[in-house]
């Protein structure tokens, strides 16, 4: 199992996804998995057929012979073992880049390390130096910017074919502009080409934005891929008839009675408002291969007829779903009113103290600010550590930091609220007087209130123009950020690079250096020991051990043993349990697409539980006279099509 | 000038399959040159990758400034293929340039693809991508 582009949320719900047979959200580690466990051998040693126009029969292996385009659509076909070894053999000379350089100046530059002697490369032929002129350099200054640019066009799962070319586009567009000052006539020419890229109209508010990031970006084109990113069209699930309250199957959480079913959206963890529903959903292939979601009514589920079908904790459950929001108001109300009483408190001591008012409460701020960004800083970063490493919610927010849902502040604030007011309650209830007493409340006072307000903070650091989130910038929050009294939105987005470790500090990022380097030298290293406690309890990998992190994985090996021999084991559980699954019927099938450059091919496959129909077969065999595609259908075994 | 009448060494030849192989764009940028030493002479074999195309041809001399060069024994070519590793005391194996860039090669033509994958890359495309929370 190597780790390299396996995003952890992946492999942690492979070990769910495996066993009920849906390797589709998990396809490269689940392909490896299946290969190590002889699965893609299974499909191999079938007797697959592939029927193209006509009725034509041709074998795989000629067809491979060949070199047709379709055979590349086959790897399942193919022999993987010799690529495989290949595979494992170039890794192994990447292996080599640290070893004892060579002098290997015959070469060129010489740069060439691993095992060897200089004498060994003699009587080797070197191409004449214009040979390099041929390569192809259209942007050479661009390049290496340009090159980011596209890298960063991963970014963007949902419009992943598109990403790349916008992003190269827009670097092209952009390099006209380098250096000059943006007017009136570069914005129209930027924005409406903008506009034919995206495929979108933008609007006058959008335009404020785009020319304020155009400004900001101009200087060094570092820019450019923050602005892709928040132009970037929003993906919408195509329009259609389906009732908002159908989700689908896997959201669903079961509770309830025989007869009798309440349908949760999202897990029982969360504590989402549950809902009566009728009907629920299902997420298939369709006949033509499509991907789509299906939905029926609940009755008549066997599911409803099942004795066993009873949820012990129902009522419960749901009155505590529908009693959160009311909590969650009531938890800011008792803050508010918790700090307002201290402050009185405070107020009072300082005017019944030796040194009054005037001259307690100006130290008392300063106690107050200190408490607000270290004290209040360091809670919200240790929360902020523990909710982002030992909860499955900010596994979404880590992966695409772009993607912030709207939260309604007391939301926000549910969680560390709960820190945060007893110690409210307890300086309270002491009831300090005298100068010390003052200071004690007001160091209370900005701890707690530093530490409840980090979350909404930390939303407001996402939100600004140099964060990642499509607002206009507040300016307030913007005046505070530039004056070091809240995070800036530099200092938080390191958090959401590599290596992934540190920068958690959500209010001022004034504790960051401390906790990230003075605490890891005292011997202690705070978040390692978090994340390994992560991946103990439930198996999530921190994004701080995914190869490309840093330079070197570093997965503990023991680690990647024991998650190998865990995927193992599940995986033999599943293939014991489908040993008596119904037969299933798969069509794959290629038709190359004419929009699209030469050789780029529509590959679909579906898999359905009953025969296809004969009008859907033979509407693909239209599409193949028409076109040069390919076609294959199988009865299979479900577990032998998966 | 490929010389046609002498098969190439079984390291290059599957480079070469690997990537013919694979018609799509490589959306990679950049030169990489393999050299073999073999029975009579070198091999040489160089993969020109600019964003839309991939150019696999067997040459007769080695690019002087590719990004990445790398330089085989036979034996060890041959160990490579066979085992996935190098033999027991390599004698010629030398590798330079862009690391970045071999690896993002090896992650683009020798990640483990199947049909299962283009099952996955067909929903990717007509799947609605939720929204997501946020803490």
Redesign the interface.
């Known amino acids: 199992v190597k780790f390299?582009?396996i995003n952890k949320e992946a492999l942690r719900t492979l070990g769910e996804v495996l066993p009920k047979g849906d390797?589709?959200?998990t396809?490269?580690l689940?392909?490896?998995i299946?290969?190590d466990c002889g699965v893609?051998d299974a499909l191999r040693s079938q007797d697959l057929k592939l029927v193209t126009t006509g009725a034509e029969t041709i074998d795989l292996a000629e067809l491979r012979d060949q070199?047709r385009?379709e055979?590349?659509?086959?790897?399942?076909s193919?022999p993987?073992d010799?690529?495989?070894?290949?595979?494992?053999?170039?890794?192994?000379?990447?292996r080599?880049?640290p070893r004892q350089r060579?002098d290997?100046s015959l070469?060129?530059?010489?740069?060439?390390?691993?095992?060897?002697?200089s004498e060994?490369?003699q009587?080797?032929?070197?191409?004449?130096?214009t040979?390099?002129s041929?390569?192809?350099d259209a942007l050479p200054a661009a390049?290496p910017t340009l090159?980011a640019i596209?890298d960063a066009g991963a970014r963007f799962?949902?419009d992943?074919?598109r990403a790349?070319e916008i992003a190269?586009r827009l670097a092209m567009l952009h390099m006209d502009l380098a250096g000059k000052r943006v007017g009136r006539g570069d914005l129209d020419a930027y924005a409406s080409a903008l506009e034919a890229l995206l495929g979108s109209k933008l609007g006058p508010k959008k335009l404020r934005q785009l020319k304020s990031r155009l400004r900001a970006a101009n200087a060094t084109l570092s820019g450019l891929d923050d602005i892709v990113v928040a132009f970037r069209p929003r993906?919408?699930?195509?329009a259609s008839a389906e009732p908002k309250d159908w989700i689908p199957t896997d959201k669903i959480n079961w509770i309830g009675q025989p007869g009798k079913a309440l349908v949760v959206k999202g897990s029982l963890w969360k504590l989402k408002a549950p809902r009566w529903s009728h009907k629920y959903a299902a997420?298939g292939?369709d006949l033509m291969?499509?991907?789509?979601t299906y939905y029926r009514s609940l009755e008549g589920d066997p599911k409803l007829q099942d004795p066993n079908f009873q949820h012990r904790f129902d009522a419960a459950v749901a009155w505590a779903q529908r009693a959160q929001p009311w909590i969650d108001k009531l938890l800011v109300a008792t803050q508010v009113a918790g700090s307002a009483k201290l402050g009185w408190a405070m107020i009072k001591a300082a005017s019944a103290s030796t040194g009054g008012l005037a001259l307690l409460l100006p130290i008392a701020a300063v106690i107050g600010r200190a408490g607000f960004r270290y004290g209040g800083g360091a809670a919200g970063a240790i929360v902020?550590a523990v909710?982002?490493m030992w909860?499955a919610?900010?596994v979404?927010?880590h992966?695409?930091p772009h993607?912030?849902?709207p939260?309604t502040f007391s939301v926000m604030t549910r969680e560390i609220s709960l820190l945060t007011i007893p110690p409210l309650a307890i300086a309270t209830s002491l009831d300090p007087t005298g100068v010390m007493g003052v200071f004690f409340d007001a160091f209370v006072l900005g701890t707690s209130n530093g530490g409840f307000l980090s979350?909404p903070i930390?939303?407001l650091a996402?939100e600004h123009r140099n964060g990642v989130r499509n607002r206009e910038p507040q300016n307030w929050y913007e005046r505070l950020a530039k004056a070091g009294e809240l995070v800036t939105p530099d200092e938080h987005n390191r958090h959401h690079r590599k290596p992934f470790r540190g920068h958690y500090d959500p209010v001022s990022g004034a504790t960051n250096a401390f906790l990230d380097s003075i605490i890891p030298s005292l011997g202690i290293d705070l978040w390692a020991v978090m994340e390994r406690g992560r991946y103990v309890i439930d198996g999530t990998i921190p994004n701080t051990w995914l190869e490309g992190a840093t330079s070197e994985p570093i997965v503990p090996p023991k680690v990647l043993a024991q998650v190998r021999e865990e995927l193992q084991r599940r995986l033999a559980i599943q293939m014991e349990q489908a040993a008596s699954s119904e037969p299933v019927y798969v069509m794959?099938s290629a038709i190359p697409q004419q929009t699209q450059?030469p050789?780029?091919?529509q590959?679909?496959?579906a898999?359905v539980s009953e025969p296809f129909p004969e009008d859907v077969i033979a509407k693909y065999f239209a599409d193949l006279n028409r076109t040069d595609g390919g076609l294959i259908i199988l009865n299979l075994s479900e577990h032998e099509a998966? | 000038v490929v010389d046609e009448e002498i098969a190439p060494p079984a390291?290059l030849a599957?480079?070469d399959q690997?990537i013919?192989?694979?018609?799509?764009?490589p959306?990679l940028?950049?030169?990489i040159a393999v050299?073999i030493?073999a029975e009579g002479?070198?091999r040489?074999w160089r993969l020109?990758l600019?964003?839309?195309r991939a150019e696999s041809a067997f040459?007769?001399?080695?690019?002087?400034?590719a990004d990445v060069?790398?330089?085989l024994?036979s034996r060890e070519a041959d160990?490579?293929?066979?085992?996935?590793?190098?033999p027991p005391r390599?004698?010629?194996?030398?590798?330079?340039?862009d690391?970045h860039l071999?690896?993002r090669?090896?992650?683009r033509y020798?990640?483990?693809?199947?049909?299962?994958?283009?099952?996955?890359?067909?929903?990717?495309?007509?799947?609605?991508?939720r929204?997501?929370?946020?803490?």
């Open positions: 390299k582009a390797p589709a959200t396809p490269r689940a392909n490896r299946l290969d893609h070199q385009p055979a590349s659509l086959i790897h399942g193919e993987l010799r690529r495989r070894r290949l595979k494992h053999g170039l890794e192994h000379l990447l080599l880049y060579v290997a070469l060129g530059d010489g740069e060439l390390r691993g095992v060897g002697a060994q490369l009587g080797m032929r070197l191409e004449e130096e040979a390099r041929e390569a192809p390049t090159n596209i799962p949902e992943y074919q790349p190269a993906h919408r699930a195509p997420s292939v291969g499509g991907l789509k902020h909710v982002d909860t919610m900010a979404a927010h992966q695409d993607n912030l849902r939260k979350n930390h939303k996402h794959l450059s050789g780029s091919w590959e679909r496959l898999l998966r | 390291f599957l480079l690997a013919r192989r694979d018609m799509s764009a959306r940028d950049g030169l050299a030493s002479g070198w040489y020109k600019t964003r839309d040459v007769d001399a080695l690019p002087r400034r060069t790398i330089v024994g160990s490579l293929i066979s085992t996935g590793d190098l390599p004698e010629l194996a030398l590798v330079g340039g690391r071999l690896q090669f090896i992650e020798f990640a483990g693809s199947s049909w299962l994958e283009a099952r996955s890359q067909s929903k990717r495309s007509t799947e609605p991508l929204r997501r929370g946020s803490s």
